[in-house]
Every structure is written in structure tokens, then in C-alpha cells.
């Protein structure tokens, strides 16, 4: 028996993956529920029966008792997890290729790398109301971040990139990536706040052992760090967000307070990079077919800051 969130621990479970590619087409689940909230006919997703629906209904009051007591169980006894079989997993993968695009899409964004070595483990969490914390951490090497143009394009001439490189535009390109993924397992909100019985742990201590649930990814790029943007990159990444994040221009709901006994909530998700060598940023811009570009020389331990907030507060911001 090891220690599931000990670091060092024992690994029983390697998966070595050739060639790997991961490809987004669409959301189908998220456009079925536009054509439901703008009254359009069901095409994407078949409607369901009343039978159909009270039967998920009760499906899904049972599988939240059961995740429920799951819960509980897990937090009372972690020994008895599936993390004391399987404490450390390790992933290397030769050549990998993610893909966010289709053919009605003019360019579809692509994430490179020749060689991944992964591992997953877990960790005690940030509170002491959480479960445990999942943690991804490995590096990438040759990492490219790209806007290839689709095949079979159906829509109108897309216009040229102001620079091609290799397939295609290169948003992002880096020698070597670490990378750091780690997210709180929430617990269940208690039912009365704890208290000391001694009565001797200070206000701080507390507010720190209630915070939120984690999650977030560090990112680190070294040597050989690029930014390529401008212009065309952003009409790119605008068309690519309205495909698969598109607005239902409805009112945002106030996010509901979770109720003891309930899972807590995760309030924000966390991004920050760092660039731990010298790197360069290019902002293109093309007029007549002619390119210009803004040059701008980064300099080691630069960094940037991304918090992207869960809820929503009663004055309609997002917290």
C-alpha cells in the first residue's frame, strides 16, 4: 500500500501513445439547446418523449444520492479509493496533434508537439473541506500553436494569411512547454461552520482552509519561445469562438449558492504563463499584399495572468 498523494509514489500504470490526435469537430449538445431556447425545429438533436424524460429525471435524482454517498464514502476513507491501486499514472506520447476545427470553418487551430511526458497524480487539497487535488503535470517539447486552413472548405475565400510558416500560420511556437493542471475535488458544503474546540486557530488560518476550490494551469515555455499575432489571427480566433462558443443572448442567472450537503463550488479558473527565456512577440499586419510587422523582444520572466470567474453575483457580474 502507497501513499496516494505522495508524489514519490509507486507507478503501477504506464501508457506509452504513437501518434496521437485529438479533433473537435462541433458541440452538438450546445447548438440542440439553442434550436430549444429559440423555438427552431429539433435537427440536431431528436427531441425526447415524456417516458424518455421522466425516466432520465428519476435516473438522475438516483445518481445524485448515489454520487452523493460516493462522496462521503471517499472523504471518510481514501484508503478504500481507486488512487491506493493506482497512485501514480505516467503518459508519454510520440507526436500529438489537437484540433479545433471543421470544414465550415476557413482555418482550424492546431496545438503541435513532437514528444509529451505526462503524470498524473494527486495531492492533499487546498481546504480542508475538499476531497483531494487531481494534478497533471509533464513537458511538451517543440510545441506549435497554429492556424491551418481547413480541407474541403465550403464557405467564401478565406483572405491570405500575412505569413505562412511550414502549414500554416503559427500563433505560437516554443523549443520546451511545462505544463502544471490542477483541480480541487470539491467536497460537501458541512452542515454548521466547524469550530476549534481549543479555540486557538486564528480568524486567518480559518480563511485560508475555506477557500474556494482550486483549478487552474500553469504554463512554461523556455528557449526558442514565439508570438506571432495581428489583424487576420484575431478575425481567425473570433470566427473559431463564435462556432463553438456561440451567444444565446439570454439574461445571465445569479449562480445558486450551494447548500450544505451539496458539493462546493468552483469560483474561478486560473491561468498564468511564464516565459523563463528570452522570447519575441510579431504583430503582422498586410495591406496591398504587402506585410509590416511590430517587433517586440520579450525578456526573461515575463508572465501573464488570465482569472476566468464561474459565477455570476446578483448585479449581473461574472465572480
Sequence with gaps: MHDDDDPKAETRLYITVNDFEFHVYNRSDLYGR????FGLEPTIIPPKKEDDKTRENGRTRTQSKIERVK????????????????PVIKVNVSTGRLAFGNHYQPQTLCINFDDAFLTYTTKPPSS???QFMHIVKGKLENV???????????????????????????????????I??????????????????????????????????????????????DFNYGPWADRQRDCLWKFFFPPDYQVLKVS???????????????????????????LLFTKNRETNAVHVNVGAGSYLEINIPMTVEENGKLQ
Design 71 to 86: 462522496v462521503k464514502t471517499e472523504s471518510q476513507d481514501p484508503t478504500s479509493s481507486w488512487r491506493s491501486l493506482i
Design 144 to 178: 506549435r500553436v497554429m492556424l491551418v486552413p481547413s480541407p474541403r472548405y465550403v464557405g467564401l475565400q478565406n483572405d491570405e494569411p500575412p505569413r505562412l510558416m511550414g502549414e500554416g500560420f503559427v500563433v505560437m511556437q516554443s523549443n520546451d512547454v511545462d
Design 128 to 130: 480542508h473541506l475538499d
Design 34 to 37: 439553442l434550436q430549444e431556447l
Design 180 to 225: 502544471y493542471y490542477y483541480m480541487d475535488e470539491p467536497g460537501l458544503v458541512p452542515e454548521e461552520t466547524e469550530e476549534n474546540v481549543e479555540g486557538e486557530v486564528s480568524s486567518e488560518d480559518c480563511k485560508l482552509q475555506d477557500l474556494p476550490p482550486c483549478w487552474g494551469l500553469d504554463i512554461v515555455c523556455g528557449k526558442g519561445t
Design 256 to 282: 445558486e449558492i450551494a447548500q450544505p450537503g451539496r458539493p462546493r463550488q468552483i469560483l474561478a479558473f486560473e491561468l498564468r504563463m511564464n516565459i523563463i527565456a528570452d522570447a519575441t512577440i510579431d
